[in-house]
């Protein structure tokens, strides 16, 4: 085993720690993992952060915006209210209140997997 090799075990191993810990928010964990592969010579700066620059990377950035959005405005709670309140406590009725309300939304966001 090379010592790049050893290098990326150990930080993978520090930063799936982290992420699973929880204590260290992840955007950090993982700008320093990065960091520490740029700055170890194990990736160079293009390739550490050419895959921000792909559509699928963009949008599914902007995703984590508009949900934050809807916790931050509150819709996110009205939405869970009154899928609640239409559903009279049954789960069948709940579930299929969601799954309308995630076909709404689902209609205005770009599929991400493509």
Known sequence: MTNQTLIVFVVFAIMSF?????????????LTGLLTLIFSNILTAQDAFSGFSSPTMVIMISTFFVGEAFF???????????????????????????????????????????
């Open 18 to 30: 982290l992420f699973i810990q929880g204590k260290v928010r992840p955007d950090l964990t993982a």
């Open 72 to 114: 931050d405005t509150g819709l996110a709670d009205r939405i869970g209210k009154t899928v609640l309140k239409y559903g009279h406590g049954k789960e069948r009725a709940t579930i299929l209140g969601l799954a309308v309300i995630t076909a709404m939304i689902s209609t205005l966001m770009s599929n991400v997997a493509t």
